[in-house]
């Protein structure tokens, strides 16, 4: 079976119900039971459905990124009956002939059976960045990619028993992308844990120290009462549904964009564009829209060696050509049939290939292919006139090879450790031209805007580079030749601050780079569709992956452009601040409350109180102000910029606010004690309390206020009405009719409470505003 982007149906279950909250929830629900009180037991119908609601959709989500997932699987290329094919990797079998070529991944471990400079990434299984060479008899292992050359290779060991499927479950521990959000949950979640057991003691012993203490209690059978009240204030600590808005906000924004031919290798990446400060484009294939087409042949005013006409048609026939000498194919048809003595890959690193002709044919000598400024060298005969021509046709925005000669030949098949050969002299000079994509302007200009910088990487000349920059509305100032970057870490870091395009940059650069951005604390997405592009966008926090990228380049990316619209990713920020807003918007209603049930039930069990709320009351509270209003803010459309200190901000809206409402209902049960009003009153007035508070919470985090967001709260407060008027409702709740003065008084401090809830928020945000940790 393929290994799909998305977490198994066993993983979701489990997720979504096999917790430790769940754990105590399921129990609270069968003590309940067992003690007749299945009014109180509520909650547990209600925590069954968010679970449900949790599986059901990200099981949906799942089975629409597997199908995307299926149309972008890689194939393998294999040899059978003497014609090469292409099949779905779970077809390949023991003993099967791989036909690797550059920018293929390696689907099967395998040993080679011959190779033509074929050289291996290893990079994603033993964190080696450089290219391993492969000789004939070495074995080659699933997950690695091929930079250059080619090779066959056979079959040894597949599915389960490969390298890099017994390297999966560990790889994917530590693969999962950096979510804030998912993060500071995690934290909060884990505080909850820890403070939890504590206070449930507490809460217990006071509930029991209020039936008269723990013999009595246990004598006369009240303690049934007190383990009521006890469930109660535990099930109120409890944030529940929190996990479920997360999981859902993320799977339905995996889902919205799978819609966009957007594939989304893990749920949380949804989130992770959204807090990118740079973004580093390949010019090939993503500013451009990856097909080259030859130009032109241009005359160096010297004598040109015979022959170049057929060397141009082998380098565009060979099957590792790279895109560039692909196409000369059509310019230049192969008419030679004389085998090389030797050649030489093109690789991203060298920027040049070779092939060597023994001496007497048509051609002869050595042929170099390759960026001029990297074959042209000193030790070139006649190399600055050609230089400058090169300068001038890239200032254009035109790609420019050389093709050089030396008389001299090379050989043995596969060069090991190539180098340029000595004595080369320049025979013409072409030039390539590429296809701004009509979308990359705007879509560059989307992302200025928003205030995310741009970094412009490519392995071509960094005048060609700053050309397209130019075209694209990028200032280039005038392309940072890669050659020149600094080693020190520190010196690239600042560097990296104020260039912004970039020529001449091999594959291990790029990985440095976005180190380097990374070191001066920005979150860096990176875009590519080259092999040569893999490392970078396994280090980026966010790797997306044109459609016309490299299998290997795609298995380590986290998005994939599946129709290769590069418009697509304003979409893709929309939705992601959409979820980080939501999130943040439905985290501060929970963590509220999970406030003020912690304050007060730690309250209500120092001073031996019962606690004021029946769990059948609670769970009507906690669907008023918290359960159906959050789960339709979590998908409302929200375009607010994302900001980092997502958990420091939320807290401290959510902490005081679940102070405030603790305050308020501490306040009326003290009214209610000093008034005697009866355990029922007492109840129904805190509750009343409660909610209007709480719905005051709901009414600022929702705020900017539209039509449906009114339609929902106004709907709450109904929902509140028809819940405290309504002789049926009311009686199965065990709420009762307040005397005239108990229900002002109740009012009015639901009124103070919103008001102190209105200062708050009001403060909040003001404090947001002049806090630059926050702001920026």
Not at 31 to 58: C, K, P, T, Y
Not at 362 to 378: D, Q, Y
Not at 431 to 438: A, G, I, S
Request: hydrophobic share 50%; with cysteine.
């Amino acid at each position: 079976m393929p290994d799909f982007s998305s977490r198994s149906l066993w993983d979701i279950l489990r997720a979504n119900v096999l917790t430790l909250f769940n754990a105590i929830v399921a129990g609270s629900f069968v003590l309940l039971l067992l003690l007749g009180q299945w009014r109180d037991a509520l909650f547990g119908f209600a925590a069954i459905s968010n679970a449900l609601i949790g599986v059901v959709q990200e099981y949906q989500a799942k089975k629409s990124l597997d199908r995307l997932a299926v149309l972008n699987s890689p194939q393998a290329r294999v040899l059978r009956d003497g014609v090469v094919q292409d099949i779905d990797v779970e077809d390949v079998v023991q003993d099967d002939i791989l036909v690797l070529r550059a920018g293929d991944q390696v689907t099967a471990d395998a040993v080679v059976l011959d190779a033509d400079g074929l050289e291996i990434d290893e990079s994603l299984l033993t964190g080696e960045s450089n290219p391993v060479g492969k000789d004939a008899g070495a074995q080659v292992l699933s997950g690695s990619s091929v930079i250059s050359g080619q090779g066959r290779a056979t079959v040894t060991r597949v599915g389960a028993e490969s390298f890099a499927s017994r390297l999966t479950a560990e790889a994917k521990r530590f693969s999962l992308v950096h979510s804030e959000i998912r993060g500071g949950l995690n934290r909060v979640l884990r505080w909850v844990t820890l403070a939890l057991l504590p206070i449930m003691a507490i809460v217990i012993n006071g509930q029991m120290q209020n039936q008269g203490g723990w013999q009595q209690a246990i004598a006369t059978g009240s303690w049934q009462a007190g383990a009521v009240g006890a469930v109660a204030s535990i099930l109120a600590m409890i944030p529940l549904g929190l996990v479920l808005m997360t999981s859902v906000a993320f799977a339905v924004g995996a889902v919205r964009l799978a819609r966009q031919k957007v594939l989304i290798q893990e749920l949380a990446a949804v989130e992770g564009l959204a807090r990118v400060d740079v973004l580093c484009l390949d010019k090939t294939g993503t500013l451009t829209a990856g097909r080259i087409v030859f130009d032109a042949v241009h005359d160096i005013g010297t004598v040109t060696p015979a022959g170049w006409k057929q060397v141009l048609g082998w380098f565009g026939a060979d099957p590792n050509a790279n895109a560039t000498a692909r196409c000369l194919a059509e310019a230049f048809p192969q008419e030679s049939a004389d085998r090389p003595l030797s050649s030489v890959a093109f690789s991203s690193a060298r920027k040049w290939s070779s092939v060597s002709f023994s001496a007497g044919t048509s051609p002869a000598g050595t042929w170099v292919l390759g960026a001029p400024e990297i074959v042209l060298s000193p030790r070139t005969a006649g190399p600055n006139r050609v230089l400058d021509m090169a300068t001038v046709l890239a200032a254009t925005g035109l790609r420019t090879l050389v093709l050089a000669h030396t008389a001299a030949t090379i050989r043995g098949g596969r060069v090991d450790e190539p180098a340029l050969p000595s004595a080369l002299a320049p025979a013409v000079l072409l030039t390539f031209r590429e296809q701004v994509r009509p979308d990359a302007s705007r879509t560059l200009a989307f992302f200025r805007d928003q205030g995310v910088g741009l970094r412009i990487i490519s392995g071509d000349d960094p005048r060609t580079v700053a050309a397209v920059a130019r075209e694209v509305g990028v200032a280039p100032d005038g392309g940072f030749d890669a050659r020149q970057l600094p080693e020190d870490p520190e010196a690239m870091a600042e560097l990296m601050e104020h260039q912004t395009v970039f020529g001449r940059v091999t594959p291990a650069q790029k990985k440095d780079m976005v180190r380097a951005l990374q070191r001066r604390g920005h979150v860096v997405a990176m875009t590519g569709d080259g092999v040569n592009d893999a490392l970078a966008l396994k280090e980026a926090d966010i790797g997306i992956a044109m459609d016309s990228a490299a299998p290997a380049t795609k298995a380590v990316s986290r998005l994939v452009l599946l129709d290769g619209r590069f418009d697509r990713l304003p979409g893709v920020v929309a939705e992601g601040r959409r979820v980080i807003a939501n999130i943040e918007r439905v985290s501060m209603l929970f963590l509220a409350k999970t406030a003020y049930a912690v304050i007060l039930s730690e309250t209500f069990g120092a001073l031996l109180w019962a606690f004021p709320l029946l769990p059948r009351q609670l769970s009507a509270t906690d669907g008023i102000t918290i359960g159906i209003p959050a789960f339709f803010l979590a998908l409302m459309p929200n375009t607010r910029r994302y900001r980092p200190g997502f958990l420091k901000r939320s807290l401290s809206f959510a902490v005081p606010a679940g102070l405030i409402t603790a305050v308020t209902v501490l306040a009326i049960n003290t009214y209610s004690l000093l008034q005697a009003t009866g355990t029922a009153a007492a109840r129904t007035a805190s509750v009343l309390v409660l909610t209007l508070v709480a719905l005051w919470v709901l009414v600022v985090l929702s705020r900017p206020l539209n039509h449906w967001r009114m339609v929902i709260i106004g709907a709450m407060y109904a929902a509140l009405v028809l819940l405290l008027t309504i002789p049926p409702l009311r009686d199965f709740f065990d709420f009762t009719v307040l005397r005239q003065e108990h229900l002002i008084v109740s009012l009015l401090a639901g009124l103070l409470g919103a008001l102190a809830v209105e200062v708050l928020f009001r403060f909040h945000r003001r404090g947001l505003n002049a806090d630059p940790a926050l702001r920026h």
